[in-house]
């Protein structure tokens, strides 16, 4: 870190979303039908009905979304690309209307000088791969292998940087065990299925984006968590432990060439796995999944903090922030910016990645503009103002943390919530698609154009 609290000089501040919460257009142009798109059209899913049907409508207003990219002096923009439109059938035959959409979205990011980071999958998988059992049957990992080189191939020249899987751990967990995502599966024999396929998925993808985009950089985004214990009670340490390990080390373990953590496979098989669900990994499947990466991206939000549910267990709150807006988000997900700078500190001295972003970190506030027009967000200014600060300790510590992405650019579908949490630093009326900066992106823009912590946002 320099002094007077400046950002090394090739620092990258960007902005990040994902295909399905703001594309819409969701069966325009040849695209098929994605999980989410059946999850989402299936009573009592989501929130209030919601769909991604439209969302933000990025799939015909990508060219005002740059813009605003570019008024906010974004250096990279990160996006997922939808498997669905681009092997509509995820195997196959290609769609190239799909492929037409993220090369004018990918030309007209380097026309505005903005690096497009793109992630193969936020989540949103074919409904025919689904329908042929998803991530629980190995042939998915082997389709999403596919996608990735019929989208490298074409987009390969121009995208220099690539992420296989957003937060797979989300896929597995949410979708295949607690059953509150696509595809809504509550079984936790599939679940582990889901999570090595995902895994080996990851793995197979890697080789052929290095061949299809040889000058880019390939890596994944794991929202490893930040775990800490209630109290230092047996009960609740070893509730953090657990929940460190499914939610963190069970993905970036096997991915740093570690295999699976043996606790973890000692906790599912105790809550109910079978003794050999293991025999799912084959021969070379662990060498695949820990194919050298050049970065890995960390998602973080808050601490997750550990009580164990045991009788007799009477923890002791301790540091728990007293709940207000400043210090919980509308999702009562605590700020803990703290829990950032452990969380990027341990990742980088105990698994020495090349290279870590900070690839999503936000907050969820609904507050819309007032009668000036503005939209006067300050709590969420307070949480990136916090996450900007605790990230210069990082730096300071020697980790090699190379840029920073806020979740997110646009308010949009967010997942079994629908529209009802705003994450957005731009504002988005879905009545109109009109987008309005709110206060956290004059913020952000001021943080950018200085490249340090700022205490004001830029009028
Ligand atoms: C995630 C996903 C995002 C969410 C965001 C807020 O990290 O869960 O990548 O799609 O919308 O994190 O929950």
Excluded at 3 to 22: C, M
Excluded at 83 to 96: C, D, F, H, M, S
Aim: proline share 4%; with cysteine; charged share 25%.
């Amino acid at each position: 870190m320099s002094e007077n609290n400046h950002f090394p000089k090739d620092f990258i501040w960007g902005a990040a979303t994902a295909a399905y919460q703001i594309e819409g257009a969701w069966n325009e142009d040849g695209k098929g039908e994605s999980n989410w798109d059946r999850f989402s059209h299936t009573p009592g899913k989501i929130l209030e009905g919601h769909t991604g049907d439209v969302a933000c409508d990025h799939y015909h207003r990508y060219p005002e979304d740059i813009e605003l990219m570019k008024h906010l002096g974004l250096a990279a923009y990160r996006f997922s690309t939808s498997w669905a439109r681009i092997l509509p059938e995820g195997r196959g035959k290609v769609n190239q209307k799909g492929l037409d959409f993220y090369s004018r979205l990918v030309d007209g990011l380097l026309e505005a000088d903005i690096m497009p980071f793109a992630t193969l999958y936020h989540w949103d998988l074919p409904q025919a791969l689904e329908d042929e059992g998803g991530w629980t049957v190995r042939s998915t990992a082997e389709a999403f292998a596919e996608y990735a080189e019929a989208i490298s191939k074409h987009l390969g020249d121009r995208i220099k940087s690539w992420a296989t899987l957003n937060e797979p751990a989300c896929s597995a967990w949410l979708g295949h065990l607690l059953g509150i995502d696509a595809p809504g599966i509550k079984d936790i024999n599939k679940a582990l299925l889901a999570s090595h396929h995902l895994l080996l998925a990851h793995g197979l993808a890697v080789p052929l984006l290095r061949k299809n985009a040889p000058k880019a950089e390939v890596g994944i985004v794991l929202n490893t968590s930040w775990a800490e214990a209630a109290s230092n009670s047996r009960a609740d340490l070893d509730d953090a432990r657990k929940g460190d390990g499914l939610w963190g080390r069970w993905f970036i373990d096997p991915v740093f060439g570690r295999g699976y953590p043996q606790d973890v496979v000692r906790d599912v098989i105790a809550q109910g796995a079978k003794p050999d669900f293991m025999d799912c990994v084959k021969p070379g499947d662990l060498a695949t999944i820990s194919a050298p990466l050049d970065f890995i991206g960390i998602n973080y939000y808050t601490r997750n903090l550990h009580r164990a549910a045991e009788e007799g267990n009477e923890p002791q709150e301790r540091f728990r922030a007293e709940k207000s807006p400043e210090n919980f988000s509308e999702l009562e997900w605590e700020k803990y910016a703290d829990g950032l700078h452990f969380l990027l500190t341990r990742v980088a001295f105990e698994y020495q990645p090349r290279k870590i972003y900070v690839t999503e970190n936000g907050a969820s506030y609904s507050i819309g503009p007032d009668e000036d027009g503005r939209v006067h967000d300050k709590y969420r200014v307070s949480y990136y103002r916090d996450h900007v600060a605790a990230m210069q300790r990082t730096l300071a510590a020697g980790v090699p943390l190379a840029g920073y992405f806020a979740w997110s650019l646009l308010d949009n579908f967010e997942w079994r919530s629908g529209y009802t949490q705003r994450f957005g630093i731009v504002w988005v009326d879905f009545e109109t698609q009109e987008r309005t900066l709110k206060d956290s992106a004059l913020y952000y823009r001021n943080v950018i154009k200085k490249n340090a912590l700022v205490e004001e946002i830029e009028q």
